[in-house]
């Protein structure tokens, strides 16, 4: 079993940069692949930044490309999520998922249905 728990919300205004983490427990092989993905109200969730620990390589949605970063640290068991230049449509629910350890990692780590383990969820909040 794998629990996953998100800090770092708030709210900023539109320019400014929040830093999420998310703190992974359990066996690390169940949490080798890890995204962040985010849900504005009434819209479906989408992901943003998916991070593989074996190699550290990372993908990203289109609209975040050259303002977020996704990082990890193994050691801490805990992966970032860095936002800057932030924009009010970046206003979101935003979820840390996990999964296992898998060379898909990345090809699929964008999609929803490839996780199964998820956190609470932290509210990000930008205003104009």
């Known amino acids: 079993q794998v629990q996953l728990v998100e800090s770092g919300g708030g709210s900023v205004q539109a320019g400014g940069s929040l830093r999420l983490s998310c703190a992974a427990s359990?066996?690390?092989?169940?949490?080798?692949?890890m995204a962040w993905f985010r849900q504005a109200p009434g819209k479906e969730r989408e992901g943003v930044a998916v991070i593989y620990a074996n190699n550290g390589l990372a993908r990203y949605t289109d609209s975040v490309k050259g303002r977020f970063t996704v990082s990890r640290d193994n050691a801490k068991n805990t992966m970032y999520l860095q936002m800057d230049s932030l924009q009010p449509e970046d206003t979101a629910i935003y979820y840390c998922?996990?999964?296992?350890?898998?060379?898909?990692?990345?090809?699929?780590?964008?999609?929803?249905?490839?996780?199964?383990?998820w956190g609470q969820g932290t509210q990000v909040t930008v205003s104009s």
């Open positions: 998922a996990a999964a296992p350890d898998s060379s898909r990692c990345l090809t699929y780590g964008l999609g929803i249905s490839y996780f199964g383990y």
């Open positions: 359990g066996r690390t092989y169940n949490y080798a692949c």
